[in-house]
């Protein structure tokens, strides 16, 4: 008995939890109504149970009245099936220490390029190519992404514009299987600086959606892109006001001997000393100032992917960023209870076959 009791309090939460995701459709109930009044208004009738069916049953003057209640049933449970019922499964709201992270990976034509050494070479001594600039980008964000555990990352990728690829959240295994996807296609110019461009729509995501008090957008890219000083300053300001970091991670052979000036390794360190005199150190820094320049003023910083100790420092500068405290709605999932609904509307139609066999109207 307890039991029963325990099944049919189950039962009528449920049922009590069920909610209409097409909530219009439920108008086709009035309408249900208005046609049910109109017609026993236009033809009024009395149904009545059949001659041979009176000698046998007792009087119930309600059954005259089944064949209408039985098809009215018919019709409403058809409503609510187009409704498209269901129940809610999962309504939980969790707490978490994380930072806010938006991965911006360039995908344009530049990137297609396969990356050569400092000899100019397109394949190693054994006679292997190098990787695309796509696959070493690929290859960088799924080692920054799966050192970080705890917090909300954010992807997208960009050539004239930006693709949303998927918005922040704390399941990093959905992050790594779009990042496999990114190398399938490149196309298209960069674009950094416009209103489409990678850091504007990162700032639009963050004013709707960011909740973290650090937050920090890692641009990958080849950083072939002109960027004028005005829009720098515009692009500083909107992201300082919302707190936000910018740090890249540069890729292709001019990335592949770069330092950043604020690198803390020692300059009597003779290999250090060797990379400041290369010459193509310069050249880099002439045709990527603009870029430095932002990434500077938003505190950040750039590494080269083809540096494994620079990427390591890339993860462990991210890690001494402030965590903050931030409440994550668990998004809904639903159990599709409309089949019930179809299932009802086909017995009470029978149910209403049955009756009308054992009825007529009389006018």
């Known amino acids: 008995m307890h039991h029963l009791y325990s099944n049919a ?49 007792p009087r119930l003057p309600a059954l005259s009245h089944m064949p209408q209640v039985l098809f009215l049933l018919s019709l ?81 990728v960009f050539d004239d514009t930006t693709y949303l690829h998927w918005p922040m959240t704390d399941d990093l295994s959905i992050i790594l299987k779009k990042t496999a996807l990114i190398p399938l296609h490149t196309n298209g110019g960069t674009n950094i600086e416009g209103i489409n461009g990678p850091i504007q729509q990162v700032i639009d995501h963050w004013t709707e959606c960011g909740k973290a008090k650090t937050k920090v957008m890692i641009l990958v890219s080849d950083g072939d892109a002109p960027m004028s000083e005005q829009r720098i300053r515009e692009l500083t300001a909107e992201m300082s006001a919302l707190g936000g970091k910018l740090y890249m991670l540069g890729v292709g052979e001019d990335w592949s001997d770069f330092r950043d000036p604020k ?26 100032k603009p870029l430095m320049t932002l990434v500077e003023a938003l505190g950040g910083r750039i590494y080269s992917v083809a540096d494994e100790q620079q990427m390591l420092a890339a993860v462990s500068d991210i890690d001494k960023l402030e965590k903050s405290s931030v409440k994550i709605e668990t998004n809904e999932t639903y159990r599709d209870v409309s089949i019930y609904f179809a299932i009802a509307s086909c017995v009470f139609f029978l149910l209403f076959i049955l009756s009308a066999a054992f009825t007529r109207e009389r006018v």
């Open 263 to 288: 690198d803390s390794r020692d300059p009597r360190d003779p290999k250090d000393a060797e990379d400041q005199k290369h010459p193509k150190n310069a050249e880099q820094i002439a045709k990527l």
């Open 9 to 57: 309090l189950e039962f009528w939460a449920q049922l009590t939890s069920v909610r209409l995701l097409e909530m219009n459709m439920l108008w086709l109930c009035l309408l249900t109504f208005a046609l049910m009044y109109i017609r026993r208004w236009r033809q009024p009738a009395e149904l009545v149970t059949t001659a041979s069916v009176q000698r046998n049953l």
């Open 76 to 156: 409403l449970a058809v409503n609510i099936w187009l409704a498209k019922p269901v129940i809610p499964l999962v309504n939980e709201t969790r707490t978490l220490e994380t930072r806010d992270i938006f991965i911006a990976i360039d995908k344009s034509g530049s990137m297609d390029t396969i990356i050569k050494d400092a000899d100019g070479n397109s394949q190693d001594a054994e006679g292997k190519s190098y990787p695309r600039r796509i696959d070493a980008a690929a290859r960088a964000t799924e080692f920054f992404v799966s050192r970080r555990q705890g917090d909300r990352v954010g992807l997208a």
